[in-house]
């Protein structure tokens, strides 16, 4: 029997990512591949790439060139590029890097065997199309080996927002949700496998709409059937888009017990002026008024977001409305960014704001973000929480695992196993991290 062939996956970006690049590895280990942790003993390696942060397209391009001694060493090695830059940058990857043997979109992974195989044959294999297939359909069945306690689970894919700023609508496609059964079968495989906690994905996951035995389902709906699943012991979602938070999804936070206290809610910016040159669709104040329905239903809630600073035509006064809004709901954690432009965007024509001012901005605003963050961590102090934990800590003894609201928290001495739930009395708050005690 032949050895099997290795496979190296990087992975960058988002949490989608994350689960695309599990299912590409659980595609070519069809086709005889293991994966392994590094590139060096590799038979395929994979980039799966994102394009939403600064300069993607480059550092996709410079990574590859660290390959060129590999590729002269080992000349069957074969090198893909997969997802969101795959799909902006298509051909021109294998132009400029003509080591690229494949080159595969986000939505067209499931063809990755037939791909392989035309790659070992020598042929060079582009594939950035929206097939009218389902991917998700397309795949085998997920192997039934043992999983750690938590997983990611796409529900949803695209965007409809087209947000001045990002390429989404355009790497990603158009909002498309899988049918709910779909999602209800693999997250029962998933605990089979050992799941406890299951995160539910989408680039606008509370605008799923897939086909249910009645017609479509909402995002609650679907909560509320994953609350069904015996053994599934928590739910998550993310990321959201504040006009698709409907009722239902507002209630299920308050009164659905396995959908825990934290919400990813992005807002972006808190200037009017600044939502509608972006395309949100919403204001500041509309916003507001959103959390506190939110919090009416959940008012433990942890509330995360999303921001860019120096967007362009940002003013000073437009970037104090974003500090105010900071200051006003309290961010338990939060993802900020300077605005960096992205080819074919409808912001990148307008006047930029200057780089250095950006900077400053971004320092200001991480300051604060990073300061509530820390007043949230340290409140936890007295508190009991629930921890799922997920592996060994760096001590003997010590257990680490995620608490309802998603901090890290750590116990010493426990007894407890990785994937037990328990309750945890939290000690002491350190820099990224909480101390707890088991709760006998």
Same mark, same amino acid.
């Given at each position: 029997?032949?050895?099997?062939? $290795? ?46 942060? @600064? $300069? ?8 590859? +060139? ?22 902006? *940058? ?6 400029? =890097? ?19 195989? !035309?790659?070992?044959?020598? @042929?060079?294999? #582009? ?7 389902? $991917?998700? @359909? ?82 609650? =709906? ?7 699943? &015996?053994? #599934? *012991? ?14 239902? #999804? ?6 659905? !017990? ?37 919090? /009416? /239903?959940?008012? &433990? ?11 362009? @035509? ?5 970037? =104090? ?5 900071? *200051?006003?709901? !309290? ?6 960014? !300077? ?35 820390? *007043?949230?961590? &340290? ?13 060994? +800590? ?9 608490? &309802? ?11 407890? $196993? ?23």
């Amino acid at each position: 029997m032949s050895a099997p062939k $290795k496979l190296f996956i990087k992975t960058y970006g988002c949490q989608m990512n994350v689960y695309d690049s599990e299912r590409m590895a659980e595609a070519l280990g069809g086709e005889g591949y293991v994966e392994t942790k590094t590139a060096d003993d590799a038979d395929m390696i994979l980039l799966n790439t994102c394009h939403i942060r @600064e $300069k993607a397209a480059e550092k996709v391009y410079s990574e590859l +060139g660290r390959f060129k001694g590999l590729k002269a060493e080992k000349p069957d090695l074969k090198i893909g590029v997969a997802g969101c830059v795959a799909q902006a *940058e298509g051909a021109e990857i294998m132009r400029r =890097q003509p080591l690229v043997d494949l080159v595969v979109g986000p939505q067209s992974y499931h063809r990755l065997p037939e791909m392989e195989t !035309k790659a070992r044959k020598g @042929e060079k294999v #582009l594939d950035t199309d929206f097939p009218e297939e389902d $991917k998700f @359909e397309q795949l085998k069945r997920r192997p039934k080996a043992k999983r750690g306690p938590t997983a990611f689970l796409t529900v949803q894919e695209g965007c409809d927002k087209f947000c001045a700023f990002c390429v989404v609508p355009y790497t990603r496609g158009a909002e498309v949700s899988r049918p709910a059964d779909r999602i209800l079968t693999e997250a029962r495989d998933l605990v089979e496998r050992g799941v406890r906690e299951i995160t539910l994905l989408g680039q606008n996951v509370n605008a799923y709409h897939g086909a249910g035995p009645t017609g479509d389902l909402t995002l609650a =709906q679907l909560i509320w059937e994953l609350d069904k699943v &015996d053994g #599934l *012991e928590r739910i998550r979602f993310t990321t959201s888009h504040p006009n698709d938070m409907m009722d239902d #999804l507002i209630e299920a936070h308050g009164t659905c !017990k396995k959908l825990m206290p934290y919400l990813h809610l992005p807002v972006q910016a808190g200037s009017d002026k600044i939502l509608k040159r972006m395309n949100r669709s919403h204001t500041a104040e509309s916003y507001l008024r959103l959390l506190e329905r939110i919090r /009416a /239903a959940r008012p &433990d809630i942890l509330i995360s977001g999303d921001f860019i600073v120096g967007f362009p @035509e940002e003013s000073e006064a437009d970037f =104090q409305a974003t500090l105010d809004l900071v *200051e006003e709901v !309290k961010y338990g954690t939060a993802y900020s960014f !300077k605005y960096s432009p992205r080819p074919g965007t409808p912001a990148a024509e307008r006047t930029q704001v200057d780089p250095a001012e950006a900077v400053d901005r971004l320092q200001r605003l991480q300051a604060l973000l990073t300061r509530q963050q820390r *007043e949230i961590q &340290d409140s936890m102090v007295g508190r009991e929480v629930g921890v799922l934990f997920e592996k060994p +800590g760096r001590f003997a003894g010590q257990m680490l695992g995620k608490s &309802d609201y998603l901090h890290a928290v750590h116990v010493a001495d426990c007894s407890r $196993k990785i994937g037990d739930l328990a309750r945890v009395r939290i000690v002491s708050s350190g820099t990224n991290s909480l101390a707890g005690e088991l709760i006998e």
